[in-house]
């Protein structure tokens, strides 16, 4: 049963089971957050989660320990109770992560049935069909999602849970690249990126995850980080194997989390837009980083580019490699 318990933990990090439950705590160090105690009532936080132990543990009322103990105290159950709620929760969890993985699949076998899709991508300058096939890009043209996840054995009530489906059933991506988010090895979300005159960018409901690709690179000592998938992609086939993607220009929380985890310099290449927006971001972030001690370096391009329109004017590799050899701190 020890065995059963530990994988049940790891399969649910405590932060995440915090979170989803509305708990909202701050960073304190590179492995902890702080926050005010679900357990008790308190006005200065002193709720404290190790996440790479996965415990918490509270200066105010001295409780503390894992998942399964939390759940115990919050809800009054038994240790064998708390663990039976965890396993129908995580059951539920389970069925939304495989309908998520059958909806990207689907997905990537309809890229290649649709001319549309592959020049997009080309004119987006991502031409490159091992990457493409690495990254698990897909196309959603609408309109056959929901009758190929039902033959899968998924509900209706299951896909609009989802958020695969809209309000009237219909599907939710139409004429849009699909992009896999993926976290510890499960699709968490999907990004969709519209072809024609939909809103540029969506996501389903619910949580992006961490990094994109950060388990590519967590461990390399310098991180490129870039806003945009398309930016990860350019930036990929042109030969740099050390860049993860925020998904915009504001990390959330575990995102924020994983650059402070280990020591690393993190080359922040966001847009060089009009408005100075990217940038702006850019400058905010590397001040919260190096609060954390982390070391950042901003890559400037040239004005008005993003990395992948960099290399769709004819930027190249080695000029790029020269941009972040002259990052600013």
Not at 210 to 230: M, N, T
């Amino acid at each position: 049963m020890g065995k059963d318990v530990e994988e049940l933990k790891r399969r649910w990090p405590l932060l995440d089971y915090l979170r989803q439950h509305n708990w909202t705590g701050r960073p304190a160090s590179r492995s902890e957050f702080v926050g005010l105690c679900p357990l008790h009532e308190e006005t200065r936080p002193s709720f404290y989660v190790n996440v790479r132990k996965n415990v918490f543990y509270c200066h105010g009322c001295g409780q503390g320990g894992d998942l399964i103990r939390f759940i115990q105290l919050s809800r009054h159950l038994s240790f064998r109770q708390s663990i039976a709620c965890i396993e129908a929760q995580t059951s539920v969890s389970d069925d939304s992560a495989a309908v998520l993985e059958h909806a990207a699949v689907f997905y990537q076998q309809q890229l290649e049935h649709y001319s549309e899709a592959t020049r997009y991508l080309n004119r987006r300058g991502l031409y490159d069909a091992a990457l493409i096939r690495e990254l698990c890009i897909g196309y959603a043209a609408g309109g056959s999602l929901r009758r190929y996840l039902t033959a899968q054995g998924h509900s209706f009530d299951l896909l609009r849970q989802a958020g695969l489906l809209n309000a009237r059933g219909s599907d939710a991506f139409y004429q849009r690249i699909v992009f896999p988010l993926s976290q510890t090895g499960h699709i968490v979300n999907l990004y969709g990126r519209s072809i024609g005159s939909g809103f540029a960018h969506r996501f389903l409901p619910g949580t992006k995850g961490g990094l994109y690709a950060w388990e590519k690179v967590r461990h390399r000592p310098e991180v490129i980080l870039v806003e945009g998938l398309f930016d990860y992609a350019a930036l990929r086939q042109a030969g740099f194997p050390n860049v993860a993607c925020s998904l915009g220009t504001h990390l959330n929380a575990d995102q924020f989390q994983q650059l402070c985890q280990g020591e690393r310099t993190v080359y922040l290449t966001f847009d060089v837009d009009q408005n100075q927006s990217g940038q702006q971001a850019a400058e905010q972030l590397a001040h919260r980083l190096g609060a954390h001690g982390v070391s950042t370096r901003r890559v400037l391009l040239p004005p008005g580019h993003d990395p992948n329109s960099f290399f769709l004017k004819g930027g190249d590799a080695q000029q790029f490699q020269s941009l972040v050899e002259a990052a600013q701190p």
